[in-house]
């Protein structure tokens, strides 16, 4: 294993990061203020309360996920994408590296930042809501597998997208609808029963409800569900990638 | 002394079934420049990227050093720098992190007078701090070819490392190529400029429609292959060239005061006192004679043509 090559991508790319460290952190923290003062002030207003915790609260976890989650995918998938698109992959391919390392450098790079911006989300939210934490470690637990196992999605649909679009595709068209309907701003069991089952076949449900577990104790399924589930993505994205890593797909003619 | 590459029987075909190299064996020696002359498409590019790990072969072998580059990729690509054809930069980044970048992913430990020394050496000192978009265009290929030496590889790939660079830049190059020669690092170059392979190689390989036609020591080539022209300055022009000397295929110069006898090397005979002394026979008197030798670009020609045909 080239350790040392891993260093150098993970701190190339996390240089990009903090070149447009503003840009990066401006976006989602306006984005998340406008959800808490949308959904928290105007739709908080007349729920109140979601199983006795208030709605300003409740939709912090939710709001965290919403944006760790297109924020992993976003940061992988440009991060490889981006050498595909400007030639610089050749030094990638002519290092004395394997796609192990390649992974683990920029896997690595974009599960950081999109921990990092998560952490400014969470720390926004405080100025909106008063929070406990009910299960910290299970929460950072959440946190950092749902940063990895999503940036390896990124890091996926950055080796298979040929063009800007496509990389928006994916994110576009099924990331969001399935976080938005991931139950991040309700909880599953407001829904009436039908979309109730529709629900369980969306796999971010599973993630949002671990997740706000770890902060209230609440969950729409068991914990342990919500494990099994995100680790079982994680093994998928894996599996994908050493699928890659074996053909060469899309990387080597 | 020690081959530092072997190539035996590499082979590539495209995913659409188009042979891009079809069989080729080439040797190379621990510190020598090899210069591979080939026009466009000839699979120069094919080749370099397969020995450096960016595309795959189809069949063959290669080995850097005596390590294959399949089973021991991370040995054999130790060993290797790479100067790519077209110049493919992160353009936001300084330059001295993109150097710094290459020489980790190499997997050397951070080395910042080493670093110092490659910039130096290429005039990039002084534009370290600067995004490489802010530079221009020579200075980019300088920001490849630093990075391609910052792990401080034996084996240096320079692909076109001159097409489209102005004239000044391209002797920079090759004083940059010879620099690195002197420091024992072997130099395998593509260009298809004939100038450049007779600037700078020891050796050059012909390479035309996936094929390597021939390699040869620079010297060798020309003399072993190259074509003579004699030109005989005769005291009187001469309107019309007599029928007793037609079979040597003569041509006139402008001012017809001199005829041109076009001879190979490699020939047996050359026919040259015979035609003399046919001129003197045919009542002409000569003034001078000299030759001259053609050009590695009269010797790629024809080698070109000959594969054609
Ligand atoms: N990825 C590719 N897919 C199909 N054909 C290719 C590809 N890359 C190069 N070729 C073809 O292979 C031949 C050799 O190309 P190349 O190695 O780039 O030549 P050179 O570098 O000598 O100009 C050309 O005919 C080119 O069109
Ligand atoms: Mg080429």
Redesign the pocket.
């Known amino acids: 294993m080239n350790w040392t090559a891993i260093k150098a991508i993970y701190i190339f790319e996390m240089a990009r990061f903090f070149r447009t460290f503003l840009q990066s952190l401006i976006s989602p923290v306006i984005s998340t203020s406008l959800y808490f003062v949308v959904f928290g002030a105007a739709i908080g207003s007349r729920i109140d309360q979601v199983d006795g915790v208030s709605y300003g609260a409740f939709i912090v976890p939710g709001l965290v996920m919403l944006t760790v989650m297109t924020q992993s995918i976003s940061n992988a998938s440009f991060g490889i994408y981006f050498p595909k698109f400007i030639g610089t992959i050749y030094e990638l391919l002519s290092a004395p590296i394997s796609f192990l390392e390649i992974v683990l450098g920029y896997v690595g790079a974009a599960a950081t930042k999109a921990m990092f911006i998560g952490v400014i989300i969470l720390m926004t939210s405080f100025f909106f809501v008063d929070i406990q934490i009910a299960h910290p470690i299970a929460m950072v637990l959440f946190l950092v597998l749902t940063c990895i196992s999503f940036s390896l999605f990124g890091f996926i649909i950055g080796i298979w997208a040929k063009n800007f679009e496509q990389l928006q595709l994916v994110p576009l068209l099924i990331v969001t609808p399935l976080v938005f309907l991931g139950g991040s701003f309700y909880s599953i069991s407001m829904l009436p029963p039908v979309w109730q089952t529709i629900s369980m076949f969306n796999p971010v449900v599973y993630l949002i409800s671990g997740f706000r577990w770890a902060f209230f104790g609440l969950e729409d399924v068991p914990v342990a569900t919500s494990l099994l589930a995100i680790g079982f993505f994680t093994a998928l994205c894996l599996g994908a990638v050493y699928w890659i890593f074996k053909t060469g797909w899309r990387i080597r003619? | 002394m020690a081959n530092i590459l072997e190539i035996k029987d590499l082979r590539k075909s495209?995913?659409?079934g188009?042979e891009?190299l079809k069989g080729v064996n080439l040797e190379i020696e621990e510190g020598e420049i090899i210069a591979l002359l080939?026009?466009?498409?000839?699979?120069?590019?094919?080749?370099i990227s397969m020995i450096c790990g960016i595309t795959s072969s189809t069949s063959g072998d290669v080995k850097v050093a005596g390590n294959c580059i399949r089973d021991d990729f991370r040995a054999a690509r130790s060993l290797i720098g790479l100067v790519p054809?077209e110049v493919a930069l992160e353009p936001f980044e300084k330059v001295i992190n993109t150097v710094r970048f290459s020489r980790g992913l190499f997997g050397k430990s951070r080395d910042e007078a080493a670093i110092e020394h490659i910039l130096r050496r290429l005039s990039l000192w002084e534009k370290r701090n600067n995004a490489v978009k802010e530079l221009s265009g020579g200075m980019k290929r300088r920001v490849l070819i630093a990075k391609a030496l910052a792990h401080e590889p034996r084996v240096l790939f320079l692909?076109e490392p001159t097409a489209g660079v102005d004239v000044e830049l391209r002797k920079d190059m090759w004083d940059i190529v010879a620099d690195l020669k002197a420091d024992g690092v072997t130099i395998i170059l593509?260009t298809h400029y004939i100038e450049e392979a007779e600037a700078i190689a020891d050796r050059v390989g012909i390479?035309a429609k996936?094929e390597l036609l021939l390699v040869e020591e620079k010297a060798k080539l020309m003399a072993r292959m190259g074509k003579k022209e004699l030109e005989v300055q005769l005291t009187e022009p001469l309107d019309t060239i007599p029928k007793s000397l037609a079979k040597y295929e003569l041509s006139q110069t402008h001012d017809k005061t001199s005829v041109v006898y076009t001879y190979d090397t490699r020939g047996e005979r050359t026919g040259i006192t015979q035609l003399l002394n046919d001129i003197a026979a045919a009542g002409l008197s000569f003034r001078d004679v000299s030759t001259r030798q053609s050009s590695l670009e009269d010797i790629f020609v024809t080698l070109v043509q000959e594969d054609a045909a």
Do not use: C, S, V
């Not at chain 2, 080939?38 to 080749?47: C, E, R, V």
């Open positions: 003619t | 495209y995913d659409g188009f891009a080939g026009p466009n498409g000839a699979g120069k590019t094919t080749l054809q692909d593509t390479i996936g």
